[in-house]
């Protein structure tokens, strides 16, 4: 594959919203992290020390993975974010990773955390 390096570079006033509504899901998803840390039940203390019927053990466990999965989605959405803020912050917000071209401006509007164009999406998927 050929890479093309090409040098884009949005002006920050056309940026500054972006970085505003990154930092305001950043925020929240943090937060959505501390939920469900409190939503977790191995976080409980009393557990450990509880006799439980086998069928609470078996539900505790269920209701650990799922926090661990939700947990999982929200580290993910997080690093995207956190990389997005580095690549604007380095002036190489909109330019695939990959092969270094422009990503269109439509498919960064629907998520602007997208690091790959579409051909070099579909190559990695495809």
Same mark, same amino acid.
């Given at each position: 594959?050929?890479?093309v390096?090409?040098k884009?570079?949005?002006?920050?006033?056309?940026?500054?919203?972006?970085?505003?509504?990154?930092?305001?899901?950043?925020?929240?998803?943090?937060?959505?992290?501390?939920?469900?840390?409190?939503?977790?039940?191995?976080?409980?203390?009393?557990?450990? /020390?509880?006799?439980? %019927? !086998? +069928?609470?053990?078996?539900?505790?466990?269920?209701?650990?993975? $799922?926090?661990?999965?939700?947990?999982?989605?929200?580290?993910?959405?997080?690093?995207?974010?956190?990389k997005?803020?580095?690549?604007?912050?380095?002036?190489?917000?909109?330019?695939?990773?990959?092969?270094?071209?422009?990503?269109? /401006?439509?498919?960064? %509007? !629907? +998520?602007?955390?997208?690091?790959?164009?579409?051909?070099?999406? $579909?190559?990695?998927?495809?």
């Open positions: 594959m050929r890479t390096k090409q884009l570079s949005f002006p920050i006033n056309i940026l500054q919203p972006l970085i505003g509504f990154l930092r305001k899901k950043e925020r929240q998803l943090e937060e959505r992290k501390k939920e469900l840390d409190k939503e977790d039940p191995f976080a409980d203390s009393d557990r450990l /020390t509880s006799n439980a %019927a !086998i +069928d609470a053990e078996a539900a505790e466990q269920s209701g650990h993975d $799922r926090v661990a999965a939700l947990k999982l989605e929200v580290e993910k959405g997080l690093i995207n974010i956190r997005t803020l580095t690549t604007i912050r380095l002036g190489k917000y909109g330019l695939c990773e990959a092969c270094g071209r422009m990503i269109d /401006t439509d498919r960064l %509007a !629907i +998520d602007p955390t997208v690091s790959l164009c579409i051909s070099c999406s $579909r190559r990695k998927t495809g």
